[in-house]
Every structure is written in structure tokens, then in C-alpha cells.
């Protein structure tokens, strides 16, 4: 067996059992990349603060070049018995060039080395998840450009509530979307502090200059204390914590889809290329994709609690339970970005059935709110009516209110919408209607009434769309 590199003062070899159990190797090897960029910049600072020479750095950076290059080509074999990523590319850089390698350790551990590994691949990460979150966001507002006019019920507990323009509502998914890309913006403001040089968790009296390699790899600036730099593990929970509502916000959209699709509502057909079917029955198109993507909003959102279970309690400064850190991440990342990617697909393969949309949108006085709203304005041009209201200005709300809850009563009593109220039957619920109440009635024209800033009305939603296009550089 080869002797560790921590193995001067052991006298025994670690058994099997614990070597397979504390290796990090098959999952850490992700962080390669950033592990060599990390080298490289620690090489270069060693050698201008006089710490190596300028040629063992030349041999380092060499051999690092070589040894990206073998694992980019999978031919870099990755030993167990060197446990993480770190050890394993030492290692094998000791392998290759011999002394000079020796020499890349100094003034630093394997504690703040793999703390820059990690916020380096978080920030690559969250790049990589703000392109996805910009695709869907493409994809739903020009979905919202093929849709232009659209009315469909809008629901709240689920009942027929009001009308809204489907622009609108794949407008709030964009909105929402935009907050997420905000939450991971800031998150990576937060993560952008370089933890080289904290060494073990003390630093170190090596004459370092930790200025130099934070600004080489791209950080704002090196965190002000070692302690904290390898103790901290709050950017990964704030990450993960983004993710997780990333993720919650697409399992909605995910669970608004799936309902749309079934034969109830049918409000929806997803194309084939994103539907699967039943293995016994011939008939069935499933939209599983969506249903995916809502059932693996569980596993983003677990990887948030394993993590903060994870931290929780622990003393300040590196415990090996931090080794645990890296799956959760790298789960939530991936899993991110394929829910994200999907729903985008999805998105563009999807058609919304008009035809059974509109039959469906009598039902449910969507209208009844429109009308309580006629009412409060209505009366506020009749200056008598107020004075018979007992208040200035218009038919109080709530008044208006039980007005209308009573035409409702009446419709559901004779099985028909408020339109097919006579102005009788109205007037003789109270004398306030007048002729212009059915220009009120009906989603149609209940909906044109909807425009002060940020309803559904069309006019509000054409800017809100405006807005979206130029801000995402839609043509
Ligand atoms: N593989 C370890 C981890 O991911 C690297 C740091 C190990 N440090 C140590 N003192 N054993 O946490």
C-alpha cells in the first residue's frame, strides 16, 4: 500500500472498511477543474512571494496542464486509497514531476483548498442554473406571444374565481423566475470571498499573499478571518436555499400543467415529444415530464434540509462531517437545471385548446366582481344614490357585494349566468342597475373593466408583455 500524505506518523494502515467509508473521491472528482485553477493561482503566489522557485512553478503549472488534460480525456485514474480530489491530483502530480510537486501544499490545507474548489464550482453553477432560468423565461413569454387574447378562468381554491388572460398568467411564472435569478444573483455576491490561505483554520506565518490569489481566481477579496473561511458553509444553504424555491416555484407550474392536460379542464395538449405512455394502457398520454418536475422538487428541497441538518451544531472550525456538503449540492444543481431545461421544453411543445377553454368559461360567474365594481362606481355618478346610501360618493363595497351575492343566488336558483338577468329581475334586487349593466356581464366584456396597474386587463398585460420582451431581447 502507498503511504498516505498525511502518513508520516502513523504506524498502520487504515483498514478497508474505513477507507471505502471516508473517501470522497467518487463524487468530489467534479471539482477537478476548480482544484487545478486553484493550484495554479496558489503556485504562482508561492513562487512571487519567494516561496518556490520560478522554475518548480513552471514544472507545477506543466504537469497541472498535463493532468487536466488525462482527466478530460478519461484516461486519469482515480485511486480510492488517495481519498478526495485533492490528495488524488497532489498525488499523481508528485507522480509525474517529482520534487517540485512537494512544494504546492505550502501554506495551505486541504480545508480552505477545498472551500475555493467549492465556491469556484458554485459559482460556475449558479451561472449555469441563471442561463436555464433565462431559457424558460424566453420560452413562456413567447408561449404568451402565441396566445395573445386568450381568456381563461382564474381560480382561487380552486373555484372559478375571475377572468384572467392566459398572458397573464404565464407572465406571474416569469415574474417569479426573475425573483429566483435575483435570490442566486445575490447569493453569489455573498459567495464571492476567496478562503486560499486560511490554511487549516488559524493561517499562516508563511508570507503569503492572499490578496493575489483571490484576485487571480476572480473573488471579490479573500475572507477577513481563517477561522470563518473554513468553518463557513452558510453560501451552500443560501444556494441550496434559492434552489429550493426555484424548485417549489416549478413544481406549481408543473402541478397547474398536469391539471390543465386532463380530461376535466383539457385546457391544454402537450405535443407528443413530451408526453410518455402507459405500459398496459393503449390509450394513455401522460404529461410526466410536468409530473417529474414536480416530484423532483422533493429532492431539491431535501438536499436543503440534509445540508442545514448537516451543519447544525457543529463547533467552529472544519469537522470531516463537512465532506458531506458536496452531494446535496452537486444533486441540487443537477436536478435544477433538468427541471428547469424540461419545463422550457415543455413550454414550447405545449397548445392551448381554445375552443374548450372558451366553453368553458361561462361557468362560475367569473363576472360577479366586475359587477360589484359597476356598482361602486356606478352610483358615484349619481350623486342621489349616495345621499339614499347614507355616504358620499358610490355604493360601499361591502353593500355591493350582497347586492350581487344575491343576483348570484338568483342565477343559481334558475340555472344561468348574471347575463341572462333581466333588468327587471336585477332592479328588483335593488334599483341601482341600470341598461349599461351588460356591458359588464359576461368574461369578455368583465374583463376589459381590469386596468389599473399590474390586472389582467389587455392593455396592462400588452405592457407587462412589452416589458419582458425588451427586457429578455426577444425579437
Ligand atoms: N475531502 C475533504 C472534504 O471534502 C477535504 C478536506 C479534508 N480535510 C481534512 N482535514 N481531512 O471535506
Same mark, same amino acid.
Given at each position: 500500500?502507498?503511504?498516505?500524505?498525511?502518513?508520516?506518523?502513523?504506524?498502520?494502515?487504515?483498514?478497508?472498511?474505513?477507507?471505502?467509508?471516508?473517501?470522497?473521491?467518487?463524487?468530489?472528482?467534479?471539482?477537478?477543474?476548480?482544484?487545478?485553477?486553484?493550484?495554479?493561482?496558489?503556485?504562482?503566489?508561492?513562487?512571487?512571494?519567494?516561496?518556490?522557485?520560478?522554475?518548480?512553478?513552471?514544472?507545477?503549472?506543466?504537469?497541472?496542464?498535463?493532468?487536466?488534460?488525462?482527466?478530460?480525456?478519461?484516461?486519469?485514474?482515480?485511486?480510492?486509497?488517495?481519498?478526495?480530489?485533492?490528495?488524488?491530483?497532489?498525488?499523481?502530480?508528485?507522480?509525474?514531476?517529482?520534487?517540485?510537486?512537494?512544494?504546492?501544499?505550502?501554506?495551505?490545507?486541504?480545508?480552505?483548498?477545498?472551500?475555493?474548489?467549492?465556491?469556484?464550482?458554485?459559482?460556475?453553477?449558479?451561472?449555469?442554473?441563471?442561463?436555464?432560468?433565462?431559457?424558460?423565461?424566453?420560452?413562456?413569454?413567447?408561449?404568451?406571444?402565441?396566445?395573445?387574447?386568450?381568456?381563461?378562468?382564474?381560480?382561487?381554491?380552486?373555484?372559478?374565481?375571475?377572468?384572467?388572460?392566459?398572458?397573464?398568467?404565464?407572465?406571474?411564472?416569469?415574474?417569479?423566475?426573475?425573483?429566483?435569478?435575483?435570490?442566486?444573483? #445575490?447569493?453569489?455576491?455573498?459567495?464571492?470571498?476567496?478562503?486560499?490561505?486560511?490554511?487549516?483554520?488559524?493561517?499562516?506565518?508563511?508570507?503569503?499573499?492572499?490578496?493575489?490569489?483571490?484576485?487571480?481566481?476572480?473573488?471579490?477579496?479573500?475572507?477577513?478571518?481563517?477561522?470563518?473561511?473554513?468553518?463557513?458553509?452558510?453560501?451552500?444553504?443560501?444556494?441550496?436555499?434559492?434552489?429550493?424555491?426555484?424548485?417549489?416555484?416549478?413544481?406549481?407550474?408543473?402541478?397547474?400543467?398536469?391539471?390543465?392536460?386532463?380530461?376535466?379542464?383539457?385546457?391544454?395538449?402537450?405535443?407528443?415529444?413530451?408526453?410518455?405512455?402507459?405500459?398496459?394502457?393503449?390509450?394513455?398520454?401522460?404529461?410526466?415530464?410536468?409530473?417529474?418536475?414536480?416530484?423532483?422538487?422533493?429532492?431539491?428541497?431535501?438536499?436543503?434540509?440534509?445540508?442545514?441538518?448537516?451543519?447544525? @451544531?457543529?463547533?467552529?472550525?472544519?469537522?470531516?462531517?463537512?465532506?458531506?456538503?458536496?452531494?446535496?449540492?452537486?444533486?441540487?444543481?443537477?436536478?435544477?437545471? @433538468?427541471?428547469?431545461?424540461?419545463?422550457?421544453?415543455?413550454?414550447?411543445?405545449?397548445?392551448?385548446?381554445?375552443?374548450?377553454?372558451?366553453?368553458?368559461?361561462?361557468?362560475?360567474?367569473?363576472?360577479?366582481?366586475?359587477?360589484?365594481?359597476?356598482?361602486?362606481?356606478?352610483?358615484?355618478?349619481?350623486?342621489?344614490?349616495?345621499?339614499?346610501?347614507?355616504?358620499?360618493?358610490?355604493?360601499?363595497?361591502?353593500?355591493?357585494?350582497?347586492?350581487?351575492?344575491?343576483?348570484?343566488?338568483?342565477?343559481?336558483?334558475?340555472?344561468?349566468?348574471?347575463? #341572462?338577468?333581466?333588468?327587471?329581475?336585477?332592479?328588483?334586487?335593488?334599483?341601482?342597475?341600470?341598461?349599461?349593466?351588460?356591458?359588464?356581464?359576461?368574461?369578455?366584456?368583465?374583463?376589459?373593466?381590469?386596468?389599473?396597474?399590474?390586472?389582467?386587463?389587455?392593455?396592462?398585460?400588452?405592457?407587462?408583455?412589452?416589458?419582458?420582451?425588451?427586457?429578455?431581447?426577444?425579437?
Amino acid at each position: 500500500k502507498e503511504t498516505k500524505l498525511w502518513g508520516g506518523r502513523f504506524e498502520e494502515s487504515v483498514t478497508d472498511a474505513v477507507e471505502r467509508f471516508t473517501e470522497s473521491i467518487s463524487y468530489d472528482k467534479q471539482l477537478y477543474k476548480h482544484d487545478i485553477m486553484g493550484s495554479r493561482a496558489h503556485a504562482s503566489m508561492l513562487a512571487h512571494q519567494g516561496l518556490m522557485s520560478d522554475s518548480d512553478r513552471d514544472s507545477i503549472l506543466q504537469g497541472l496542464d498535463k493532468i487536466e488534460k488525462q482527466i478530460e480525456a478519461g484516461k486519469f485514474v482515480w485511486r480510492t486509497d488517495r481519498e478526495d480530489v485533492h490528495m488524488n491530483i497532489e498525488a499523481a502530480l508528485t507522480d509525474l514531476i517529482g520534487e517540485p510537486a512537494k512544494k504546492l501544499h505550502t501554506a495551505r490545507s486541504r480545508n480552505d483548498q477545498v472551500l475555493t474548489d467549492f465556491r469556484l464550482w458554485c459559482r460556475d453553477a449558479i451561472d449555469a442554473i441563471l442561463s436555464f432560468i433565462k431559457r424558460l423565461q424566453v420560452s413562456l413569454v413567447t408561449l404568451a406571444e402565441k396566445n395573445e387574447g386568450l381568456i381563461v378562468p382564474g381560480y382561487t381554491h380552486m373555484q372559478r374565481a375571475q377572468p384572467v388572460l392566459l398572458q397573464h398568467l404565464l407572465l406571474a411564472y416569469v415574474e417569479q423566475l426573475e425573483r429566483d435569478a435575483g435570490r442566486l444573483l #445575490d447569493c453569489r455576491v455573498r459567495l464571492n470571498f476567496c478562503p486560499l490561505g486560511a490554511c487549516a483554520l488559524a493561517g499562516t506565518g508563511l508570507p503569503i499573499d492572499r490578496f493575489m490569489t483571490s484576485k487571480a481566481l476572480g473573488f471579490t477579496a479573500p475572507l477577513r478571518n481563517s477561522i470563518d473561511a473554513v468553518s463557513d458553509r452558510d453560501f451552500v444553504l443560501e444556494f441550496l436555499s434559492a434552489n429550493s424555491i426555484i424548485a417549489i416555484h416549478l413544481s406549481r407550474i408543473g402541478e397547474e400543467w398536469v391539471m390543465w392536460a386532463s380530461e376535466e379542464f383539457g385546457f391544454l395538449t402537450p405535443s407528443d415529444s413530451v408526453s410518455t405512455g402507459s405500459s398496459i394502457m393503449p390509450q394513455k398520454k401522460n404529461p410526466d415530464p410536468m409530473e417529474l418536475v414536480r416530484g423532483k422538487s422533493a429532492r431539491v428541497v431535501g438536499d436543503l434540509v440534509s445540508l442545514l441538518v448537516l451543519c447544525k @451544531g457543529l463547533p467552529h472550525a472544519y469537522n470531516r462531517d463537512l465532506q458531506e456538503d458536496k452531494e446535496p449540492v452537486f444533486d441540487s444543481v443537477k436536478t435544477i437545471i @433538468g427541471m428547469l431545461e424540461v419545463s422550457a421544453e415543455f413550454a414550447q411543445n405545449i397548445t392551448f385548446n381554445q375552443e374548450r377553454i372558451k366553453k368553458a368559461l361561462p361557468a362560475g360567474h367569473l363576472d360577479a366582481t366586475t359587477l360589484a365594481d359597476y356598482l361602486v362606481k356606478k352610483a358615484s355618478h349619481y350623486p342621489w344614490l349616495a345621499h339614499c346610501f347614507y355616504l358620499p360618493g358610490g355604493v360601499p363595497f361591502r353593500t355591493s357585494h350582497d347586492i350581487v351575492g344575491r343576483a348570484v343566488g338568483c342565477c343559481v336558483s334558475k340555472n344561468c349566468q348574471l347575463q #341572462d338577468l333581466s333588468l327587471d329581475e336585477l332592479r328588483s334586487i335593488n334599483p341601482v342597475f341600470e341598461k349599461d349593466v351588460y356591458e359588464f356581464l359576461g368574461v369578455e366584456n368583465s374583463i376589459k373593466k381590469f386596468c389599473s396597474y399590474g390586472s389582467t386587463g389587455a392593455e396592462c398585460v400588452a405592457s407587462q408583455l412589452e416589458y419582458w420582451i425588451s427586457k429578455l431581447n426577444i425579437d
